[in-house]
Nanobody, 119 residues
């Protein structure tokens, strides 16, 4: 079992920055890939970014490349999403998720944190 708790969301003006954090407990954090997703009202949940267990590989949705940076600190069992140059269309509930098996399916999810970007 893995428990994930996100924090760092809030209200920010367009062009501003936020850093989301997701702290894990349970199974060994350093052994699995972590991802960030978001779900905006009226839209489907979408993948934002992911980072492998050793931080050697990172992945981003095209629309956030160059603005968002994912990182992790295995000693703190925490993954981060630094979001810069935020846009109103980034408004959503952001979720972190853990990929702990070889299925390619994220099998543990946090409760989400709201990010609102005002224009």
């Amino acid at each position: 079992q893995v428990q994930l708790v996100e924090s760092g969301g809030g209200l920010v003006q367009a062009g501003g920055s936020l850093r989301l954090s997701c702290t894990a407990s349970g199974r060994t954090f350093s052994s699995y890939t972590m991802g960030w997703f978001r779900h905006a009202l009226g839209k489907e949940r979408e993948f934002i970014s992911a980072i492998t267990w050793n931080s050697l590989n990172t992945y981003y949705k095209d629309s956030v490349k160059g603005r968002f940076t994912i990182s992790r600190d295995n000693a703190k069992s925490t993954v981060y999403l630094q979001m810069n140059s935020l846009k109103p269309e980034d408004t959503a509930v952001y979720y972190c998720a853990a990929l702990t098996t070889q299925t390619g399916v994220y099998d543990y999810w946090g409760q989400g944190t709201q990010v609102t970007v005002s224009s």
